[in-house]
C-alpha cells in the first residue's frame, strides 16, 4: 500500500525503478529470526533472490549467513561482511574456479549435488592440503506442488543426488580423505504455498538421516533449504507465516541431541519489500483488446514472461476502481512481454503511475540488458 506521500515522491522521478520499503524489509527479517530462533534454528539467506547492496546490509546485520550458487555470490557475501562460517555454496555446477576459491574462503559447506563433484571437491582440497566440509544435497523426490519450472526436488529434475545413488556417495565419502561429511541437505523448489509440502520432506530428510547414521556417518546438519510462499495476491498482507513454518519442522523432524537445523530462505524474506514502479507511455484501444504499454517491461521483470507468474498491477493515479480490461504490456520486442492480460483497471492514460507488486525476490536481479535497455534503478523508501 503506498501513500499519497509516496506516490507524490515517485510522480517527481524517472521511470521505470524498483522501490524498497526496508522498513517492511526489516519487520520481515526481524520477524523470521525471532521464529526460527524460538527452536535454534539456523537460517541462511539465499541470495540469488536478491542481491541488490542495500537490501543485503539489511539480512547481513540481522545475523543470517548465506546461501550461494555461484562464486560470484560467495565474493559478493564475504564482501558484505557476512560470517564465512555461515555460508554454503549448493548448485549442480560448480567450476573449478568456484571450487578453489570457496576452499580458500574457508566456507561453512560444499551442498554437494554430485558423487563427482564430491571427487572433484576432494582433489583440488587435497592440493590445497584442506578439508573440504561437504553436505550431500539428497532429491528426495518430494512434490512441492508448484509451477513445473520452479520445481526442484523430484526424480526428473537435475539437482541433487538421487537416491540410488546415495551408495556410491557413501562410498566415495569414505575412500576422500581431504572431505568431512557434514550432513544431508535438501530444496524441493519455490513458492511453496502448502505448507503440508514440508512435512512430506520432514519425513524424507528422517529417512536419509537414518540411512547416513546406519553406515557410520554422524549427521550434524539437516539443511531443509528454502522454498516458503508468498501471497502474490495480497501483497499488502506482508509478512509470511514463519512461525508456522519453523513449527512444521519442529514437530516432524527427528532432531537428534547435537543436530542443527539449517534454512536457506529467498523469496519469503524480501519477496513483498519491493515494486517495480513504472509509467504509461501509450493506451492503445483495440477493437477485441484494450493495451497499457508501460515504459518497464518484461527486461525489468522477468517472472511473468518466464512463469506466468502473477504479480498485482495497480495503477497508483487513479485508485482502485476498475472500469476496463487491458492487457498491461512493456515495450520489448516480444509477444510474452506482459505483465498481465485482461487486468481490471481504472481508464488509464499516458504518464499514469503503475506499480507491479511483490517485486523483491527474482526481480531485480533477473533483469536483463536485451533490447540495449538501460540499467534498472533502484529507490529507497528512507528517500521518501
Ligand atoms: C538450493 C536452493 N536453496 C534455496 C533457494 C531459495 O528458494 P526460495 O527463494 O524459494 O526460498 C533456492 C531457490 O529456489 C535454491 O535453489
Ligand atoms: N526465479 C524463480 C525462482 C527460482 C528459484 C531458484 N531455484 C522465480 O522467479 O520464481
Redesign the pocket.
Known sequence: MFSNKDISHFANLETPFYYYDLNLLQDTLNTCAAAAKLYNFHVHY?M??NFNAKVLQSIKAVGFGA?C?SGGEVSKAIETGFDKGQIVF?GVGKSDKEINLALDQNIFCF?VESVQELEVINELAAKKGKKASVAIRINPNVDAHTHHN?T?GLDENKFGVNSWDLPQCAEMLRASANLEFVGIHF?I???ITNLDVYKNLCVRVNEFAIWFEERGFAVKVLNV????GIDYHNPDQQIPDFANYFKIFSDFLDIKPGQEVHF?????LVGQSASLISRVLYVKNGKKKNFVILDAGMTELMRPALYQAYHKIENLTRGNEATLKYDIVGPICESTDCFGKEVEQPESFRGDLYAIRSAG?YGEVMASKYNLRDEIRSVYSEEA
Open positions: 539465499a540469488k533472490a546461501d550458487v549448493a551442498n520452479i526442484t530444496h523448489g519455490s513458492q533449504g528454502g522454498g516458503l536457506e530462505l529467498g523469496r519469503a525476490a
